[in-house]
Structure formats: structure tokens, C-alpha cells
């Protein structure tokens, strides 16, 4: 049933949401810069620094300091609540919750790397397409060579040479991004989307071609169906399968590909904060913000994995046959897929 | 001279076998003119990041010469080096602090090279080993090796590497142990899923056979099996080292200055891009280049290597 | 009877690696109106090539029809248009392909697979074209309300049954059926094959039979043609090539199957494999493993030689005095 593969999929979850927090708290524990000390300055006297330490918990054993950073441990200075109920500590400059700071900026990049997303699929599927049509002609060696080289540039370089092009020299863009200007937006989504993009063109190129050698579309034009029936009704929806699969796995690259761009283009996203906190070792502000981007990230891989479920009618085969016309109904008007 | 046993006989059928396949893999990558270039790039290149000192000496291209600073490329200037007044033609410019770009761009090829390799190397072997251990043993050791490599796998590439240097501190070795760290996932399931074919396959056929001889096989036909997926995968992941390791040194997590690293020289460039272009496209274009190859050649090799390629 | 289907010195080459691989030489070959031809011959004579040259599929650069005409009802099948050609496949010519299990889109809900084609080539709405499938998934006895399922959902026999009621649903003239059993079990093969003779009786369709089953064609045809190396060895009807099989090749098919009332130790196979289509020998392409070659085999193509209607390519029949000689 398809609440069954739902929730198998949602309990794999935990066990890596486990893990990712765990590996946070022990890069976080490993960390040679002591938060007492941090707290208190380089001038406190051995006193104070032990009772600051006890304070803040960081004499306890490792597994329990683990716990406490889950669930939060009531005798903390600043009473600390724990990472379940979204206290991810503080920051070492600021003193405010890093978690405050992640949540104000991370809406901002969501914006940016939904735009990105959007370019990356609106350009790259059907530049794929077409390559695929025509494969190893000129158009087709043309375009990935443009695909292969959108896939090797450093993302933050390509940020600076689009600032001095547009910016600087063309004035048609501003250089610095501001979420509520959709103008100041261009740069920063072209930049980020490029990686994304030449990815898709490829992956939409490989996937058309597998399609387009199998016998149904054979079967199709043996039918006498029109060209473009038979590429559009009969290919596309079986190669868009896995290119939606990997779209929907793009928007987790993009989140952590913000922070290649943010700070270039002074947006204030989740990557700028990151970039930020990097520059003054703000740790707790660093590593909160990194295990933020990959719960996300594992929750959007959910989120596809479950998606991929549901537009495939093949993954559904457990269920019984003569009943359910209606889900089945509703299957039928979707995009269907070939394994990854 | 005595007749060579059963086991040389193996061997020298191997061999023969090996450089008999060697030979068709040439002839299908020679043909794809561009991997064919790339190769020839990807090897100029590490000839000159080996032979670097040839070109400039180290303490040359960190050596500051602020009257030289951002001299256009092309343009000359004295450099005082060593106590000697050297008449020096800048060929790619001059950076913030007067050094060549050219000849930084050189060593800093080095610095990446040597990152990427070791860091590719470092990758293979562990996770090479876990991704063997996980699926030659199965059971219960496959399933924790496997939830940590979900685990490191569900946290980008780009973010692991910050955090881990972020947490151990700024230096070479942590840079290193950070991109290997994030690459080595990709080979624990390679290995893996190759040993897994391989087991169910060869496990009746070794039951047949005699002794120790079984074992060559079976470790032969693995090695014949992950081979191909690894040498792409490599090459791929070489690119990716090379562009985590500029990214984290224009953070300052990396390379730091005056050692000339691409992506620290991006850095220093930043400020000075509207009054010296020159700056920021030669340390970036290198990078490009250089990535670009490797994902070319990659690229090819994947084609020249797949059995199934219509063409 | 006319012809319905007459092809004429066809030739179709494949293209790879700069090699050129000749799949079809000359080869002639007439369909009677209303007739069940069976097409014998073992994988690699060039009978799925022949039956997508009939559609004009063979797709460039790889491969090329390079000589030949195909007439259908007197037009020229490799002269059409795309327009033409589209008009003509689905509608008047259809084709059943051997592996059932890849031949429908996985994605398509096997009403709509059917349909589409009614809608395509017949005036009629979305609506009546989906009854239209309908009826045939029952005439092919595929209950009509799992119309809406898709082709996972059901086994190879009656992936097949799709297909062949894809294939009639626009009463086709011609119906080129490509090895439709092959990929079935023994026991399904013969309800599919009950099927099929009973719609293409009612439906006076004229099918070409690819098989490389001798038993099948006796079962199923009128006249039989067997295959080798791309051209056509012999032609006749059941009666003619059976009771008294003219090619050496032929009569290898015939020997090499088992017979129940002898007491055999071993099979009589043909020995030695068919030759490369990349390199096919001078002369006459069977001659290699003929047990019955003269010399003029080697150098000499045969014609295709008339005995009252059971044509032969073989020089052992040749009515030229000085090669009978030989023999």
C-alpha cells in the first residue's frame, strides 16, 4: 500500500537524522576552541572558567552531552532546550539563538534556489530534448560541451565575473541582491543555477535517448502516430521520470550551493550567514546552520523518494488489481519513469 | 629453463588478456577526439605543476613587489629578488601585492593537484576497503557501513568539507582529511555493489573449485568489475576536489596566503575586480580549464568503457 | 487470388563501424489477398528486417533500403510520403512484434495504447475510439474494465493479446506478425494462436507469418516461404513445400526436426552456421554447408526457378542443360 512505502521511508529517515545530529555534536565536540572560554574571555580565572564549564554542561560524558544536545538540559546557563525543540545553542558573537539568525535568512534562500531550480528545468529539459533528437549532430556536441562546461565552473567565480560583466561594466544588473527586488535576483539565480542546469541537459539527453531505442516507441510508430505524438505522449513521459527525481534532489544541491553565492552578492540567505560565521569562527553558528541544510536536504530526498512513488505506476504493483480505478485514474495523468 | 606452473600460466593469460582489453579501450577512446585532448591537457598540466620550480621558484611568486602591483598582462617590471634587479615580463600580470600571476597560478596547480589526487586516493582505498568489507561480509556490518554512508551522503559535498575543517581548524592535512572524507562515500557503494554481483556470481563456481586458486578469481573478477566504474568515478571526483578545495581557500578554510591556491587568489582578487580584470579571470580560468578536462576526460573514458555505447 | 503484397528485388543494408551488413539481398516475395504466408527461417535470415522494410521503418543512417519496390494494392510502399506512409501504417498494414513483454509503453494504460490508434486513423471522437478498444480487449478476452490498467499488470500472454487487438483495431489488410509466439509458453501459444486464426478468418486479413517453427506454419498457412542469408530460397504452398521440400536447405529443416516414430540417438542439425551478413560467399550463399553443391555453387548466384508455382533457388533444379549435367 502506498502508505506502507510512505512510512518505510519516513522511519529509514530517523536512523540518518541520528546520525547527521550526531555527527554535528562530535564535529562540534572535537572542536579545539573551548565554548567556556569563548563565553567567558581569555582573562577569566581557572575558577570561574570550571564553574562556566559546569554550567554549560561540557563536564559531562560524551554520550550524555549527546543527550543534552537533543533534548536540552535545564540546568545550562541560558536554560538550553535542546536540538528537538529547535534550540541549536548560540552563537559565540552574536549570543542570540542560531537558530534565529537560520530561520530569518533561510526563507530567502529557498526563494533563490526555487528560481534557480525553475531556470535550471525551464532551460536545461528542453535543451535535453532536443539534443536527444538529434544526437551527435552539431547542435547536440554543441550543447554539451556548454553542459560539460556549466558543470567544471567554480560557482563563486562565475558570480564574480557576472557582477564585473553586468554590474560593473553593463550596469543592466545590480551587484548586490536584496530579496524583494526581483531585478537584483537575475544574477544570483543564473549563477546558481548553472551547475543544476547542465546537469539536467545531460541527464535529459541520456534519459531521452534510453527511452527513445526502447521497442514501445517502436510499437508506437508502427501505430502511425505522429513524430510528435510519439516523442512527447510515448518518450517524454517515461524519460521524465528520473529527470523529475533528479530535479527534485537538484533543490537540496542548490540550498548548499547557496552559500557558494549569497555572500558574493550580499544576499542575506542562509549561505551568507554561513560564510559570515566562517570568517569570525563563529562555530555553533557554522555548524547549526550545516546541520539545518542537511536535515532539509535529507527531508527534500524524502519528499522526491515518496514523489517518485507516486508517479510510478510500476513501484505501486503491491496493490490489488480490479479495485482502486479511481488512484489509478489519477496516475495515469502524471509523468512515469524509468529506474534511476 | 623450466616450464612455467599453473599459476605463472594464469598470470601471463591474464596479462595478455589485460593488455588485449588495454588495447580495444585505446581504440574506442583515441577516437573521441575531444578526450583524446583532454588526456593530453590533463598530463601537461601535471608535468608543469611537478615541474614548477623550472618555471618560478617558489619564494618568487610570494615574494610582494608592491611597485608591480596589477601591472597589466603582458607588462614588465623590476622585480628586486635575491638581492638582484630582475627586468621581469609579467605574462599573465601582476596580482595585489605585485606577485605573477602566471607563475602563482603554476604553483597553485600544484597545491590542487596534489589535493585532488591524494584526497581521490585517500577516498578510494577507505572507502574502497569499507564498501569490500560491507559487501563481502554482509549481515550486520553491511548494515551499519552502509547508514553511515547514507549518512555522510545525505550532508552536501561542499557543506561536510566546511564543517569538518571548521572543526578541526584551518590547515593542509585537515583539508585533505575533509575532501576525502566527503568523497569516499561514492566509492563505498561502487565497491559494494560490484562485490555484491560478484559474491552471488562466483560463489558456485568457487564451491567447484580447489584451494586458493578460487580466491584469485574471485578477487580477479572483482577487480575487473569495479575497475571501470572506479577510473570514471575518479576522474569526476578529481574535478570535484580540485573545485571544494579553491572554494574552502577562498573561505580561508584552505590554502591560506601567501601560498598561492586558486581559489585564495580568487579571494585576494575580489576587491580589485573592477580596476584589475586580469585578477580574477586568470586564477579562474585556470580552474575551469583544469576541471573541464578532467570532466571531459571522464567523460570519455565513461563512453570508451561501456559496453552497451551504440556508436 | 491477387496480390495483395508484392515486393520486389529488395535489398536492405545495416551500417556499423564502417562495416556494411547486408540483411536483405533481392529478395521477392508475393502475399495473396486474403492468404496466411509463413516466413521460415532461423534468427539472423532477415525476417524482422524484411517485415520493417514492408513499413518503410528502417531508419537511417544505420540502416538503408537500398534496392527494391514494395506494392501494396499497387503503390509503392518505399515511395510514399511521411504523410502517406502514417495514413498506412496502424490501418492498413499492422505489425504484431515477438517480445510482448517490451513492446507497450509502460506508461500508457493499455485502453489508451489501443485507442490512440482508432483515434489516429479512423473519424471518430475520444469517446468511441475508447469503446472501440474496449471491444477489442473483449474480443481478445481481456475483461473490458481493466481497460484503464497498465501493462505490468499482466502477464505475457496477455501483454500479447494487447497487442495483437493494438494490431486489428483498425482492420488492417496486411498483418505482419513477427514471431508472435515465440516468447510465450507452449500452452498460451495456442490459445494466442486460436485467437488469432479465428479474428484474422473473420476479418479476411492477409498475414505474413514470421516463424522459425515449421510445426506453426503447417498449423496456421496457406503457403510457406523459407529464408536464408536475406533472400527467398523457396516459395509454395503448404502442400508443395511439405509433402516434398526442393531446397537443400529446406529439406535440412525438415531433417533436423525429431521424429517421435524413430528410434533416433541423435539429431541431424544443417552443420556449420550461416554466413556473415558482412561477408557473404560468391555464388550461392547456402553453398558453404550444402551437402548436395557442384561447383557452379560456388561461382554462380541461382535463379529463382518456377516448377507449376513451387519456386526454388537452386541450381540443382536449373532447367539449363549444362548445369544439370553436373549434378
Known sequence: MMLRYISKRILMLVPVLVGVTFLVFSLMYITPSDPAQMMLGANASPAAYAQMRNDMGLDKPFLLQYFHFLFGYKHAIFGYKGLVFGDLGRSYITN???????????????????????????????????????????????????????????????????????????????????????????????????????????????????????????????????????????????????????????????????????????????????????????????????CFIAIIFTLVNLLVDIMYGLIDPRVKETRPKAKNLKKKELSNALAQQIRK | MRLPNRSENNAIRALKRTSHNFYQFWRRFSRNKLATISLIFVLVIALIAIFADLFYSYDFVTANSLENSFLKPGESGIVYFQDKEINHKFILGADNYGRDILGRIIHGGRVSMLIGFVAVAFALTSGGILGAIAGYKGGWIDTLIMRLTDILLSIPMIMLSIAIVAALGNSFINLLVAISISMAPRYVRIVRASIITIKDYEYIEAARCIGASDMRIVFQHILINITAPIIVQSTLNIGAAILNTSFLSFLGLGILPPKPEWGNMLSEAREFIQYAPHTLFAPGIAILLTVLAYNLMGDGLRDALDPKLKR | ????????????????????????????????????????????????????????????????????????????????????????????????????????????????????????????????????????????????????????????????????????????????????????????????????????????????????????????????????AGEIVEFGTIEQVFGKPLHPYTKGLFGSLPDLSENLKRLTPIPGLMPDPMSLPDGCYFSPRCPCKIDICDTKHPENINIEGHYVKCHLYSSDISIRNRI
Open chain 1, 96 to 290: 542570540r539563538y542560531v537558530f534565529e539568525l537560520i530561520l530569518s535568512s533561510f526563507p530567502n534562500t529557498a526563494l533563490l534556489a526555487t528560481g534557480a531550480l525553475l531556470m535550471a528545468i525551464m532551460i536545461g529539459v528542453p535543451i535535453g530534448i532536443l539534443s536527444a533528437t538529434m544526437p551527435y549532430s552539431f547542435i547536440d556536441m554543441f550543447f554539451t560541451i556548454i553542459a560539460l562546461l556549466g558543470a567544471s565552473m567554480p560557482t563563486f567565480w562565475v558570480a564574480m565575473v557576472l557582477i564585473y560583466f553586468f554590474a560593473n561594466k553593463l550596469g543592466i544588473f545590480p551587484a548586490m541582491s536584496d530579496p524583494r527586488d526581483f531585478n537584483s535576483l537575475i544574477l544570483p539565480m543564473v549563477t546558481l543555477s548553472l551547475n543544476s542546469m547542465a546537469i539536467l541537459m545531460r541527464m535529459t539527453r541520456s534519459s531521452m535517448l534510453e527511452v527513445m531505442e526502447q521497442d514501445y516507441i517502436r510499437t508506437a510508430r508502427v501505430k502511425g502516430l505522429d513524430e510528435s505524438v510519439v516523442i512527447t505522449k510515448h518518450a517524454l513521459r517515461n524519460a521524465l521520470i528520473p529527470i523529475i527525481t533528479i530535479a527534485g534532489l537538484q533543490f537540496g544541491a542548490l540550498l548548499s550551493g547557496a552559500v557558494l553565492t549569497e555572500k558574493i552578492f550580499a544576499y542575506p540567505g542562509i549561505g551568507s550567514i554561513m560564510v559570515d560565521a566562517i570568517y569570525v569562527k563563529d562555530t555553533p553558528q557554522i555548524l547549526g546552520s550545516i
Open chain 3, 1 to 228: 487470388m491477387d496480390k495483395i503484397l508484392e515486393i520486389q528485388n529488395l535489398s536492405v543494408n545495416y551500417f556499423s563501424d564502417k562495416k556494411i551488413i547486408r540483411a536483405v539481398n533481392d529478395l521477392s516475395l508475393d502475399l495473396k489477398a486474403g492468404g496466411v504466408l509463413g516466413l521460415v527461417g532461423e534468427t539472423g535470415a532477415g525476417k524482422t528486417t524484411l517485415a520493417l522494410s514492408i513499413l518503410n521503418m528502417i531508419r537511417g543512417p544505420q540502416g538503408k533500403i537500398i534496392a527494391g519496390t514494395i506494392k501494396f494494392s499497387g503503390k509503392n510502399i518505399l515511395r510514399m510520403s511521411k504523410q502517406e506512409l502514417r495514413n498506412m501504417r496502424g490501418k492498413d498494414v499492422a505489425m504484431i512484434f515477438q517480445d510482448p513483454m517490451t513492446a507497450l509503453n509502460p506508461v500508457i494504460s493499455i485502453g489508451e495504447q489501443i485507442a490512440e490508434t482508432v483515434f489516429k486513423h479512423e473519424r471518430v471522437s475520444r469517446a468511441e475510439a475508447w469503446k472501440k478498444a474496449e471491444t477489442m480487449l473483449d474480443t481478445v478476452g481481456i475483461p473490458s474494465d481493466r481497460a484503464k490498467e497498465f501493462p505490468h499488470q499482466f502477464s505475457g500472454g496477455m501483454k500479447q493479446r494487447v497487442v495483437i487487438a493494438l494490431a486489428l483495431a483498425c482492420n488492417p489488410t496486411i498483418l505482419l506478425a513477427d514471431e508472435p509466439t515465440t516468447a510465450l509458453d507452449v500452452t498460451i501459444q495456442a490459445q494466442v494462436l486460436d485467437l488469432m486464426r479465428n479474428l484474422i478468418r473473420n476479418n479476411g486479413t492477409s498475414v505474413l507469418f514470421i516463424t522459425h517453427s515449421l510445426g506453426l506454419v503447417a498449423e496456421n498457412c496457406d503457403e510457406v516461404a523459407t529464408m536464408y
